[in-house]
């Protein structure tokens, strides 16, 4: 996981697309490591997990900061997240525009590269920021402080933060989100949550989505909602389909009642 490897201990990502990437993690092939070099690099490996504890506490508390800036500014904020290809870009986009005229809605988007999810949620005319990662694999809390910097807040009611397509290690970041929200598509499979407990057991809302394509997949249902039961036992479960809009009506009816609490 990200905390084992040690990616989290670089600087911000870009947002908006500009910067550079925080890590590389590969090595330069033209430049072979000597044998002084290798040993520096089993030193560095060591301080690394020595370091994860207070960069992750450092994560944790920049996170409380943004959870009561925008408690302040009263937005339920969601943070999505799944393995790429779930359909978290098709699901907000199709929210937003379904929500209109009811809830007030922006996204921060973070992708490795290109900024192509951030320009299909423009076409639904809400607010977004992209936020570049470069080799990063989730987004962290500063990252979405300075992201949120670049939008209007008092004009949203419900802010999305698209994370970062992966199962592992956004687990780890707390990004000062009201809720996570973790997608199973149906043509991931049912044994999903069991691959990835700990992205899944720290879930507050389960969608199971691309519901239009259970049958042709032959995704089992039953078991899958077994076994999403055994390991986020505590989080909502919603089945929809973002292109057939079925499930939708729950989904949008859940967004409006815990905007309201926020």
Same mark, same amino acid.
Request: net charge positive.
């Given at each position: 996981m990200c905390k084992e490897c040690g990616c989290e201990s670089g600087a911000g990502g870009a947002v908006a697309g500009?910067?550079?990437?925080?890590?590389?993690?590969?090595?330069?092939?033209?430049?072979?490591?000597?044998?002084?070099?290798?040993? /520096?690099?089993?030193?560095?490996?060591? !301080?690394?997990?020595? =370091? +994860?504890?207070?960069? #992750?506490?450092?994560?944790?508390?920049?996170?409380?900061?943004?959870?009561?800036?925008?408690?302040?500014?009263?937005?339920?904020?969601?943070?999505?997240?799944?393995?790429?290809?779930?359909?978290?870009?098709?699901?907000?986009?199709?929210?937003?525009?379904?929500?209109?005229?009811?809830l007030r809605v922006g996204v921060i988007v973070g992708d490795l590269a290109t900024d192509n999810d951030a320009a299909r949620l423009r076409t639904a005319e809400i607010p977004v920021v992209q936020v570049t990662t470069g080799?990063?694999?989730?987004? /962290?809390?500063?990252?979405?402080?300075? !992201?949120?910097?670049? =939008? +209007?807040?008092?004009? #949203?009611?419900?802010?999305?933060?698209?994370?970062?397509?992966?199962?592992?290690?956004?687990?780890?970041f707390d990004l000062g989100e009201d809720l996570r929200v973790v997608l199973l598509a149906t043509p991931e499979g049912e044994d999903k949550p069991l691959k990835y407990p700990p992205l899944f057991h720290s879930a507050h809302v389960v969608l199971v989505t691309k519901s239009d394509l259970a049958a042709a997949v032959e995704f089992d249902r039953g078991q899958a909602l077994a076994n999403l039961k055994r390991i986020s036992h505590h989080a909502e479960?919603?089945?929809?389909?973002?292109?057939t809009?079925?499930?939708?009506?729950?989904?949008?009816?859940?967004?409006?009642?815990?905007?309201?609490?926020?």
């Open positions: 500009v910067g550079e990437p925080r890590h590389p993690h590969g090595a330069d092939p033209a430049h072979p490591p000597g044998p002084r070099q290798r040993a /520096d690099r089993a030193d560095a490996t060591l !301080a690394t997990l020595e =370091l +994860n504890r207070p960069l #992750l506490e450092k994560n944790d508390r920049l996170a409380e900061r943004n959870r009561g800036f925008f408690k302040a500014k009263k937005l339920l904020v969601l943070n999505l997240v799944s393995a790429p290809g779930s359909g978290k870009t098709a699901l907000i986009r199709e929210t937003a525009l379904r929500l209109r005229g009811r080799t990063v694999c989730h987004l /962290d809390a500063e990252m979405v402080a300075q !992201a949120a910097s670049q =939008l +209007n807040l008092d004009a #949203l009611d419900v802010l999305f933060i698209e994370n970062v397509g992966n199962l592992v290690c956004p687990a780890d479960i919603f089945e929809l389909s973002a292109r809009g079925d499930g939708m009506a729950a989904w949008l009816t859940f967004l409006e009642q815990a905007r309201a609490r926020s």
